[in-house]
């Protein structure tokens, strides 16, 4: 009976520690953390510090749980109308609001304390500027109030890129803001890929995603045109800031190519949804592809490896 009765409450914990977690929404934070690390390697010239590496995407990781935290608070009453989201710890009862937000802002100030001790207060203070962009202008005044809500709100997600650019030097720098305008310009494609898939469940609660308002031509239209403009704005980093090297370039290029292949497909079958989660699918494998990519590229090694090509290459020639 003894054991039955711990064994019972074992699980209880486990389901608790389960229902905070799944509150953080951690299959986003991935991607979050990538772009910090990519931002990270160039910064630094292919030599990151593993110990920053690791409180700055630690407290990333913090701030984002933080953020996803309170949007899941402010969002529990569409959460329980929509079904794919019904049965998240808030609208189920498994975790009640106030305890919520006890625990949003315990992970907000962990975060804060931890890049502003180990990695510098520039930092910290963009960490928090993200939270407080996702919920305030993203969550709050976008999300059920205007069609630009994840083009503007997209900011938020893009900020990480900066935090961590800012944690190895400590300044933002042209090449910080390129990163970030990347991340910025690519979030409408992505999300928009997987509003066509959900629409019905959006206007099923009012949400006014683009898909819902204006229908599925004017949005893959808008698709495909922040396609175009994304595989461009990659390039800026090869030319004219010179940060990344050929093996970027040419990388960023195949992946944007295939990317602007998709949207493409997507522009002539607008209603097409196996499309759209194509797409989707392969926004999220292109961003990780490409911050890989700026990693590889920024490694000491990689240039003394081009460099000696070039160089075999040259004396063949000659």
């Known amino acids: 009976m003894i054991e039955t009765n711990v064994s019972k409450h074992h699980e209880s914990i486990l389901e608790v520690i389960q229902s905070y977690y799944q509150l953080t929404k951690p299959r986003i934070i991935p991607l979050l953390l990538i ?66 937000l006890v625990f949003a802002l315990a992970l907000a100030v962990a975060s804060f304390s931890l890049l502003t001790v180990f990695a510098n207060l520039l930092a910290a203070g963009l960490a928090m500027s993200g939270i407080v962009f996702y919920v ?23 900020i990480p890129a900066l935090v961590g650019w800012a944690a190895v030097t400590g300044t933002l720098s042209w090449a910080a803001w390129i990163i970030f305008a990347i991340v910025f310009l690519w979030t409408p494609p992505h999300f928009w890929a997987l509003a066509l898939m959900i629409r019905d469940d959006y206007a099923k609660v009012g949400i006014p995603m683009l898909p819902v308002i204006v229908g599925e ?46 949207a493409w497909q997507l522009l002539q079958n607008p209603e097409d949804r196996s499309l759209a989660k194509g797409l989707f ?38």
Not at 139 to 158: E, P
Not at 294 to 301: H, I, K, Q, R
């Open 35 to 100: 772009t910090t690390a990519g931002s990270m390697w160039i910064a630094a010239k292919g030599q990151v510090d593993p110990i920053l590496l690791l409180v700055t995407l630690t407290g990333g990781t913090l701030a984002a749980a933080s953020a996803q935290t309170i949007n899941c608070v402010y969002d529990r009453d569409i959460d329980y109308d929509m079904e794919r989201t019904r049965h998240r710890p808030l609208p189920s009862g498994k975790v009640q609001p106030r305890d919520a």
């Open 136 to 158: 305030l202008v993203y969550t709050h005044l976008l999300k059920r109030h205007s069609t630009q809500n994840i083009v503007i709100g997209g900011a938020a997600g893009a």
């Open 217 to 262: 031509k004017p949005t893959v239209q808008q698709i495909w045109i922040y396609t175009l403009v994304t595989v461009v704005t990659t390039q800026l980093l090869v030319y004219p800031l010179h940060v990344s090297g050929i093996f970027y370039a040419a990388i960023a290029l195949m992946l944007g190519g295939l990317f602007i292949y998709k």
């Open 281 to 318: 699918l392969y926004s999220i494998s292109y961003m990780m592809l490409l911050c890989l990519a700026m990693v590889v590229d920024s490694l000491p090694l990689t240039h003394y490896a081009i460099n000696a090509v070039a160089n075999q290459l040259h004396s063949l020639v000659s």
